[in-house]
T-cell receptor, first 114, second 113 residues
């Protein structure tokens, strides 16, 4: 089963604009991660935020985490055509003890129009 | 480059057959996990191996099995293939058992006819 749900399912913006995508999850977590996938191939880790953190930055990426609402958002600033991809949030469940894998959402497909 | 390689890239099988998918992890990555990604969905956790022993499993039947070898290679075996097994199979590795950053391979696209 998939715990995370990304919103929106698809997003199309102009190059240079900011892109925001959201993720909701259901159980208590140790951390939440965002991954990127190009054209149905392998996933690339973007950023990890721990349950005791509220905001984290990495280059053009900013991620927030609200554990009271069980939600996270990923902001990509100054988007580029090369940012076109699918973005997934993934949670590490606190109950799993590290042995039950990451739980991924269905993803947001981001299209950057040149 | 994640340093994780998978083979083959694509595979076509017939319902009822058996398949073996292979993964080569980075040196020093003692944990490998396998995920199934159906079209339009996020990856779903199949199982995880740590130092050659399975130490976690998702909601997949026993006909999905695996092996991990001392040379950082691993296998996913699927018996009695079903049409719904058609998916992208992803291998991911990391140095330890915590769920910090995963390094994914490019996947094997399996089609079951």
């Amino acid at each position: 089963s998939q715990q995370g749900e990304e919103d929106p399912q698809a997003l199309s913006i102009q190059e240079g604009e900011n892109a925001t995508m959201n993720c909701s999850y259901k159980t208590s977590i140790n951390n939440l991660q965002w991954y990127r996938q190009n054209s149905g191939r392998g996933l690339v880790h973007l950023i990890l935020i721990r349950s005791n953190e509220r905001e984290k930055h990495s280059g053009r990426l900013r991620v927030t985490l609200d554990t009271s609402k069980k939600s996270s958002s990923l902001l990509i600033t100054a988007s580029r055509a090369a940012d076109t991809a699918s973005y997934f949030c993934a949670t590490d469940s606190r109950a799993g003890g590290g042995a039950d894998g990451l739980t991924f959402g269905k993803g947001t497909h981001l299209i950057i129009q040149p | 480059e994640t340093g994780v390689t998978q083979s083959p890239t694509h595979l076509i099988k017939t319902r009822g057959q058996q398949v073996t998918l292979r993964c080569s992890s980075q040196s020093g990555h003692n944990t490998v996990s396998w995920y199934q990604q159906a079209l339009g969905q996020g990856p779903q956790f199949i199982f995880q191996y740590y130092r050659e022993e399975e130490n976690g499993r998702g909601n997949f039947p026993p006909r999905f099995s695996g092996l991990q070898f001392p040379n950082y290679s691993s296998e996913l075996n699927v018996n009695a293939l079903e049409l719904d097994d058609s998916a992208l199979y992803l291998c991911a590795s990391r140095p330890d058992r915590t769920h910090e950053k995963l390094f994914f391979g490019s996947g094997t696209q399996l089609s079951v006819l």
